[in-house]
């Protein structure tokens, strides 16, 4: 089923649907860049249209006094269970603290998406 929704700066019909596709989000270990110390920066990974950008969780928080990155022997990544939630492991100093801030942004992130779906608003990249 379609509903119509109508824009006022194009005047054409948008048309929103469910079978659109959203973007993703997952916490993960930004393997791209190594930083200085061999450690790698934690990060929210944004998908939608086979393409990747990654938010490093060091910017996104206001609590700097615990620094989001680690090595890999650190890291756990997301199992399919996990939904889409990587974690430090418990060799990780203050690894539960750090985990209950990704668990919380990664669901903000989703429920960001989510309102996106509902109000049927394209995601772009630029929007962020």
Request: net charge positive; with cysteine; glycine share 2%.
């Amino acid at each position: 089923m379609y509903t119509v929704l109508y824009t006022v700066t194009k005047m054409q019909p948008t048309y929103c649907h469910n079978l659109q596709v959203m973007a993703t989000v997952a916490i993960v270990l930004n393997t791209t860049y190594r930083l200085l110390n061999n450690e790698y920066a934690v990060s929210l990974r944004v998908t939608h249209e086979r393409k990747q950008k990654y938010y490093s969780i060091n910017t996104l928080i206001v609590d700097q006094s615990i620094s989001f990155k680690c090595s890999i022997e650190h890291w756990r990544p997301a199992e399919a269970e996990d939904n889409g939630l990587g974690k430090f492991r418990k060799s990780f100093i203050a690894y539960k603290e750090c985990n209950i801030v990704l668990k919380a942004k990664l669901s903000e992130a989703q429920t960001i998406l989510t309102r996106y779906e509902d109000q049927c608003i394209h995601f772009s990249f630029n929007q962020l």
